[in-house]
């Protein structure tokens, strides 16, 4: 069965630090969405991606945040200047043509 | 506004038992309901989902769920419950039928199976 894959599985960084999440959507799907969950809490919607533009955002998805997908395989998540409290897991999820969401394993965040 | 309730934060049952983790929604149109499994450490997996077809929903690992507008409630059961059953559980709505919406979830229920 195809899946959505995330690399790292773990990423710490230093507060102020640039991090890029990467994710490898299953092909052929065409919407692409970022969440977050940080410990403890809810999972959050952060940001859907179609035709290489933003769809839409939610109001954490800040300026500090960009998404990309630079060679129409990987679709990457960009945090430019790190704080503590973007320590969470981040989920990648690509769109079926079921529209079943298909969410990767996340990439843990922990910023110091 | 959509929005999802669910009702028991924790819930703690005997392996063999029947589960039943609430869940209430609120949204202005139709939705579509999932409820979705995550195991320690591990990723989100999709148990069930509804789409206006059936208002019972079979899932996997025996999990069942029934929706019911009139109490806009989309309560999770299991028959029997196992230890491998021990996880947190996430209900979800996604604001209109099919379509490429957000996923709204609420703030999960954690599953403890006792021998």
């Known amino acids: 069965e195809p899946e959505v894959t995330q690399t790292p599985s773990h990423q710490v960084t230093q507060m102020g630090q640039e991090v890029i999440l990467r994710c490898v959507p299953i092909?052929?799907?065409?919407?692409f969405y970022w969440y977050r969950q940080i410990l403890g809490q809810k999972v959050e919607f952060l940001v859907s991606?179609?035709?290489?533009?933003?769809?839409?955002k939610s109001e954490i998805f800040d300026d500090q945040f960009s998404v990309e997908r630079p060679d129409g395989s990987n679709f990457t998540l960009k945090i430019r200047s790190t704080k503590l409290e973007d320590s969470a897991m981040y989920f990648c999820?690509?769109?079926?043509?079921?529209?079943?969401?298909?969410f990767g394993p996340g990439t843990r965040l922990t910023v110091t | 506004a959509q929005s999802v309730t669910q009702l028991d934060s924790h819930v703690s049952v005997s392996e063999g038992t029947p589960v039943l983790l609430r869940c209430n929604y609120s949204s202005s149109y139709s939705p579509s309901l999932f409820w979705y499994v995550q195991h320690p450490n591990k990723g989100l997996q999709l148990l069930l989902k509804y789409t206006s077809a059936a208002t019972l929903v079979k899932g996997i690992n025996g999990f069942e769920a029934e929706f019911k507008k009139s109490e806009t409630s989309f309560h999770l059961t299991k028959p029997s419950a196992h230890m491998s059953d021990a996880a947190e559980y996430f209900c979800?709505?996604?604001?209109?039928?099919?379509?490429?919406?957000?996923?709204?979830f609420g703030a999960g229920t954690r599953l403890a199976v006792h021998p």
């Open positions: 999820v690509s769109l079926g043509v079921s529209y079943e969401q298909y």
């Open positions: 092909s052929n799907h065409l919407y």
């Open positions: 991606f179609y035709n290489n533009e933003i769809s839409e």
């Open positions: 979800v709505v996604s604001p209109a039928m099919g379509g490429y919406n957000k996923l709204i």
